[in-house]
């Protein structure tokens, strides 16, 4: 019996529904190249005219913080006490801030 992979390499797939708007991820697929991804998700994901455009990257391309780093990763942005104004006095008059 094997044991090796005969899965393609899989891609993430992200649609811009409308020009100007930022890309969602819109699920996986698996295809042998990017033109194949683009056909595939094209053909999956944006069948009602969804998409104005789409991205496709391969999922093992992807750098992700890890869950378990969450404390570490994102804690230390809370010792940058100037990141947040709230302790300058705004003077009076000065609107939209």
Request: charged content about 30%.
């Amino acid at each position: 019996m094997s044991t090796t992979d005969n899965q393609l390499p899989l891609w993430e797939v992200f649609i811009q529904s409308k020009s100007g708007t930022p890309h969602k991820h819109a699920g996986s697929i698996h295809a042998s190249d990017k033109n194949m991804a683009l056909e595939n998700a094209r053909d999956i994901y944006t069948r009602r005219g969804e998409g104005r455009n789409i991205w496709v990257v391969l999922s093992d391309q992807i750098a992700a913080s890890k869950t378990e780093d969450e404390a570490e990763f994102f804690d230390p942005a809370d010792d940058k006490v100037y990141r947040h104004p709230s302790f300058y006095k705004v003077p009076d008059g000065v609107k939209n801030m």
